[in-house]
């Protein structure tokens, strides 16, 4: 039996690989990577069923932050051009959810731009969930650092995922932002995780960061218990301090993903951004790699696709959308 094969038997048998074995798969040369991309959808079909999550979101305040991301189009420092509005409101928020019930997305996220949302605006949100609830909708946020009493209203309200994105590896991190701690953004993590909600943080790949990075961010998402690991994929965004990065090779996209379903067996694995700039007509593939889930219709300041090409695309591959 080779090498991947006995990596591949043990994790379907919920083992993890150790250190050696991560750095085989990570170097696992390229004319291989169709096998690793099987064994990782074999382990996905193996945890999660042969399933795929659809998931959308609306971008419910936009641009003007004050934080100094690198790689986002919303941090009000840098001359992007990028759309921004004000608060939507829960007229707004309503108005988007209906949009993605009629694209077949149940699982609905409020994002808001910048590390909180005023009090008003909280309120709002929390209100906000408790109707997507009574739509039978699972309601989730993106809306920054919380502490413990705002994620237990947002809980009591019926909030069915909070997401938080760590974004990248402890040691990455100050090369992107430098205006807020890791350690606070973990800190609402595990917060989250501690109170029983399902928790949704991952990261954006193709900053620049090492594999040491990835794999580190993955080992600390499995270590705080997330429930599901967003994967999003950077698009330089002209104006922003990243926007001379090259996109990343769909390859390495591909390998990210069946990686992190080695090292995540049994949690949601959802494509979000960058999805369909780097993959364009190969997109399907992600479908094959492990992941459990895409995000669709458009992201927060990038075209995310057509929702029913998605939808053909998971049928023709046999695949149930929930
Ligand atoms: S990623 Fe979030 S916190 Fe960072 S600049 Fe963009 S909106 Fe602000």
């Known amino acids: ?52 999550g659809f998931c959308a979101i609306v971008n419910a305040k936009s ?5 100094d991301c690198t790689f986002c189009a919303q941090a009000g420092r840098y001359r992007t051009g990028a759309r921004t509005h004000a608060f939507i409101g829960r007229e707004g928020i309503r108005e988007a959810a209906r949009h993605a019930l009629d694209k077949g997305a149940r ?5 808001t731009s910048g590390m909180r949302p005023r009090p008003e605006e909280f309120a709002a949100i929390v209100a906000s969930v408790a109707e997507l609830r009574a739509l039978d909708m699972l309601p989730g946020v993106s809306i ?4 413990q009493q705002e994620l237990l209203r947002l809980q009591e309200a019926g909030l069915a995922c909070l997401h938080h994105n760590l974004e990248t590896s ?31 943080s991952g990261g ?3 900053l620049g960061e090492s594999w ?19 994967i999003n994929f950077l698009v330089p965004i002209p104006g922003t301090p990243l926007g001379e990065q090259p996109l990343l090779a769909p390859e390495e996209a591909l390998r990210i993903v069946a990686v992190y379903r080695f090292l995540l067996p049994d949690r949601h694995i959802r494509i979000c951004g960058g999805r369909v700039q780097v ?23 990038v075209h995310g696709g057509d929702a029913e090409e998605d939808r053909k695309d998971a049928e023709r591959l046999g695949m149930r959308v929930e």
């Open 170 to 200: 402890a040691s990455f991190f100050p090369r992107i932002c430098t205006t807020h701690a890791y350690a606070e953004d973990v800190r609402t993590v595990r917060d989250a995780v501690a109170l029983g909600l399902n928790v949704c």
């Open 1 to 52: 039996m080779n090498t991947l094969d006995v990596i591949g038997g043990k994790a379907l048998e919920g083992l993890l690989p150790h250190a050696e074995e991560i750095d085989f798969l990570v170097n696992l040369p390229q004319e291989r990577l169709p096998e690793l991309c099987a064994w990782a959808q074999r382990i996905k079909e193996h945890s999660l069923g042969k399933t795929v």
């Open 204 to 206: 954006i790949f193709g």
């Open 279 to 301: 993959f364009g007509q190969r997109r399907a593939e992600l479908l094959m790699a492990g992941a459990s889930g895409i995000m669709v219709g458009d992201l927060l300041t």
């Open 144 to 147: 920054g650092l919380l502490d």
């Open 63 to 67: 641009g003007r932050c004050e934080q």
């Open 107 to 111: 699982r609905f996220a409020i994002v």
């Open 212 to 230: 040491a990075d990835r794999v580190d961010l993955a080992l600390l998402l499995r270590e705080l218990g997330v429930w599901s690991v967003p």
